[in-house]
């Protein structure tokens, strides 16, 4: 195999963000955690406080989502977040950056808000990713085209702090011209165009899109450290599948990857 199975098991942040999430739900998320040994759970910042009791000693952190999922809190809404998150037992921050200021382009305000958020989240130990919500900024905006939007974002968010610049929230459907709703997340090119307007100081996490084994290797070919997903047991499962039949003398599926399919 080409990666070991830790290395890909702590890529994936297990999501569990729906809106319909019971308790039941989340415990038996944060144990299907626990038993992949994944990097982190992603959950909504109720649960922060149980999550981080279920998940105590296994390795697994706990990770909230601020501002979720259009970003429209005030700022200091969103520090305040943050604070009782961290007070709570997270330890990572998923914060949705204010989409509408940024396509004005009142960059000012989008770097102030990021930049709270940060400050408060390494006050207490915790990082902070920052999700630009990429289906929303496929014709760009305040002047800039989709990629330029996109580099500039990225150049914002590390001088605001940010310790991962993240595509997507998983949740963010656009509606078409027939009325219809459909969503892309994370796609090879913006994870690779992420990847290169950072330094190597700040990571990049997918989100939306990568449900299988293939997708989660070509996200972390493409340089992503991370990646946000509810099929977490789909693809570990199946790199064990691989892992045996390789040991049994049966080759790798060779199948290619194709990310940005909907949302995770």
Avoid at 122 to 145: C, S
Wanted: net charge neutral; proline share 2%; with cysteine.
């Amino acid at each position: 195999m080409k990666h070991t199975y830790e290395q890909l098991a702590k890529m994936i942040d297990h999501s569990l963000l729906h809106p319909t999430m019971t308790d039941q739900e989340l415990e038996d998320g944060c144990k299907l955690a626990a038993q992949y040994g994944v990097a982190s759970v992603c959950i909504k910042p109720y649960a922060v406080r149980r999550a981080a009791e279920l998940l105590r000693g296994s390795g697994v952190n706990v990770g909230a989502v601020i501002g979720f999922p259009h970003g429209n809190s005030c700022t200091e809404s969103k520090r305040y977040e943050t604070e009782l998150a961290c007070r709570d037992g997270a330890v990572e921050i998923d914060m949705v950056l204010n989409i509408g200021k940024a396509l004005s382009g009142d960059w000012d305000y989008v770097e102030r808000d990021v930049k709270a958020v940060c400050d408060e989240a390494h006050r207490r130990g915790a990082k902070v990713k920052v999700i630009f919500e990429n289906d929303y900024l496929t014709q760009g905006g305040a002047g800039l085209g989709s990629d330029d939007f996109k580099r500039k974002l990225c150049e914002l968010c590390e001088r605001a702090g940010a310790d991962w610049v993240k595509t997507s929230t998983g949740y963010g459907f656009v509606k078409q011209p027939d009325g219809n709703y459909n969503y892309k997340g994370a796609t090879e090119h913006d994870l690779a165009l992420m990847r290169a307007s950072v330094s190597a100081k700040v990571q990049v996490k997918a989100a939306g899109g990568v449900r299988d084994l293939d997708g989660l290797i070509r996200v972390r070919d493409l340089g992503a450290t991370r990646c946000g997903a509810t099929a977490t047991a789909v693809m570990l499962d199946e790199y064990r599948r691989r892992e045996a039949a390789g040991k049994a003398g049966g080759a790798e599926d060779g199948r290619s990857a194709t990310l940005g399919a909907g949302g995770y």
